[in-house]
């Protein structure tokens, strides 16, 4: 550990070194923050070593999505997806098209005012709303590696005192239960008809649940036998216990 990255090269060339040496013919796998990170270590890899090759540079949500895929894509029955913010827009923004045109639902009535500005124009307020979707998606894509409690608990009842900050989550929770169930797989009604057959049966569920749904053989299964994680300053919560796991399966090295 070191707060200098160029400290920590040496050690992790030399993990490197022998990864490739043990299978010449298998990329080495290292789990990055960024473009800059990636660079930077092929950069110093380069110099140190003369040339870096055969290097995989996942980032972390996209790594940690195809390996949850690949482990859980046996038969449909049993397939698990991971939704993305934009794949979980597209449901928002379908519910609420849905539930603020049906009899007002109180839950709701903060969005409504939201979108009263564009009343009278409805290309504005679809636009609007299409905006917010993808506000609400982000927001449950982060509360679920930050917060995942507070998404448990929301199918028995809200966590927060009725004030202002409450009034937030009501409407929130509101969107929240209508979309998963309490397993956390998205509900099949909004789940998108453009999705292709041989996805119709699998649950699509966000990244800390779909982890949750995979049992340790099948994860075991199609990790690398060392996976390095790079330069990353900050994981939630629910990555440190992905984290965690993925240490019982397989050498991991964080650096």
Not at 11 to 30: C, K
Not at 221 to 250: D, Q, S
Request: glycine share 6%; charged share 25%; hydrophobic share 50%.
């Amino acid at each position: 550990y070191s707060n200098r990255l160029e400290e920590l090269i040496d050690p992790f060339a030399e993990l490197v070194g022998v990864d490739q040496a043990r299978s010449p013919l298998e990329r080495v796998t290292v789990v990055v923050p960024g473009r800059g990170i990636q660079e930077f270590l092929k950069l110093r890899l380069a110099e140190r070593e003369g040339v870096a090759a055969n290097l995989d540079f996942p980032f972390l949500r996209g790594y940690l999505k195809r390996i949850a895929e690949q482990a859980a894509g046996g038969e449909a029955a049993a397939a698990v997806k991971v939704l993305d913010a934009s794949g979980l827009q597209i449901a928002v923004f379908e519910y609420l098209r849905e539930a603020l045109t049906a009899p007002r639902e109180a839950d709701l009535a903060p969005v409504q005012a939201y979108l009263a500005a564009a009343q009278d124009d409805s290309g504005q307020r679809a636009v609007k709303l299409f905006q917010l979707s993808g506000r609400v998606a982000w927001l449950m894509r982060e509360y679920s590696t930050a917060r995942r409690a507070m998404l448990v608990q929301w199918p028995r009842g809200a966590t927060l005192a009725a004030d202002r900050m409450g009034d937030t989550e009501t409407w929130q929770r509101r969107i929240y239960i209508s979309l998963f169930e309490r397993d956390g797989s998205l509900r099949r009604a909004w789940i998108a008809p453009a999705i292709d057959a041989a996805h119709d049966a699998a649950r699509w569920m966000l990244l800390p649940f779909a982890f949750d749904a995979i049992d340790d053989e099948r994860l075991r299964a199609v990790l690398p036998a060392r996976l390095h994680i790079f330069g990353i300053g900050y994981a939630g919560p629910e990555f440190i216990r992905i984290f965690a796991r993925l240490g019982t399966l397989t050498e991991l090295h964080i650096s």
